[in-house]
């Protein structure tokens, strides 16, 4: 007689973190999301090539966690390839020094069982230094509550950045349909990937503090140039692949949200000591509002100022 091979129960959820270089700050992470009260998922840490002592530290945990290298290749490019190897028909994609909250994974993926036809939920995060319920919070508590009851519109994410992938929960099938994360991206990923699930799959919202953000010196979205120059890509970027989106926004909204970024990416090159480049930003900005005053006198103030 023959035996029965039992089938493979896959996990429902798999979560992903890649890494470089942070083995002092991984472990209260990957401790946060081993301790979920959520249990069917896998742990998948990718890492990026670290040349501290991260493999060592993540190879302890054994078989709490599949350990994968590759070659520096950047974040996006990590997380691929840790989604590439996962199991689960959700992703969850965390930071390696944020901190998932106890309820992370049970209260995004009770949204999705309720909702299956979602591409992606996403919550909100607030901050590990300032935690309390009157603490900030990544999208301000008012518009929160506005997203939850009313729903997520493309205006929503295109006037502020608010979508953060530590909290947000992916069908792995609209993940792969909509072409997954853009390797030349190191920081805008999020917002990019978010315009595209929004334009391609149902994308919804849980008024829902789920992970705590950490702020440090290594924070790469810290170099405020290299931000809003990709803002300005992914901005660009979403009007070329998503002609109707135009239509949805307005070019009044497209111009007005081009501009401002060209403003700060001004300002920032000035504060840099780059103020031939810093003018020639704000150029760009005046050209997409040739009206608005503000964007004028900083011309006229600049130019007095390097006379």
Not at 202 to 207: G, I, K
């Amino acid at each position: 007689m023959q035996a029965q091979t039992l089938p493979v129960k896959l996990p429902r959820v798999s979560v992903i973190i890649a890494t470089y270089n942070r083995a002092g700050l991984i472990k209260e992470t990957i401790d946060s999301v081993l301790n979920q009260r959520f249990q069917d998922f896998e742990l998948i840490v990718v890492d990026d090539g670290s040349t501290d002592n991260t493999e060592d530290l993540l190879r302890s945990y054994g078989s709490r966690l599949r350990y994968l290298r590759q070659e520096n290749c950047g974040p996006s490019a990590a997380r691929n390839f840790g989604i590439l190897h996962a199991a689960g028909s959700w992703i969850s994609i965390q930071d390696s020094d944020d901190i998932c909250a106890p309820d992370h994974l049970e209260a995004l993926w009770s949204f999705v069982e309720r909702n299956p036809g979602c591409g992606m939920v996403f919550a909100n995060g607030a901050y590990i230094d300032d935690p309390g319920p009157k603490g900030k919070t990544i999208i301000p508590r008012a518009k929160s509550r506005r997203m939850a009851e009313k729903g997520v519109e493309l205006a929503d994410l295109f006037s502020v950045s608010i979508v953060r992938l530590q909290a947000a929960l992916l069908s792995k099938e609209a993940f792969i349909a909509v072409g997954a994360l853009d390797h030349n991206l190191r920081i805008a990923m999020d917002l990019d990937l978010s315009y595209r699930m929004f334009m391609r799959f149902p994308v919804a919202y849980l008024d829902k503090v789920v992970f705590f953000y950490r702020r440090h010196e290594g924070n790469i979205g810290r170099n405020q140039e290299l931000r809003l120059l990709e803002n300005i890509r992914v901005m660009e970027k979403l009007i070329q692949e998503f002609p109707s989106a135009t239509q949805i926004l307005g070019p009044k909204m497209i111009n007005r949200r081009k501009a401002y970024r060209y403003y700060r990416l001004a300002k920032t090159r000035w504060r840099n000591g780059a103020k031939s480049a810093a003018t020639e930003t704000l150029r760009e900005a005046i050209l997409l509002r040739p009206r608005f005053l503000k964007y004028r006198l900083y011309r006229v103030l600049w130019s007095a100022m390097k006379g």
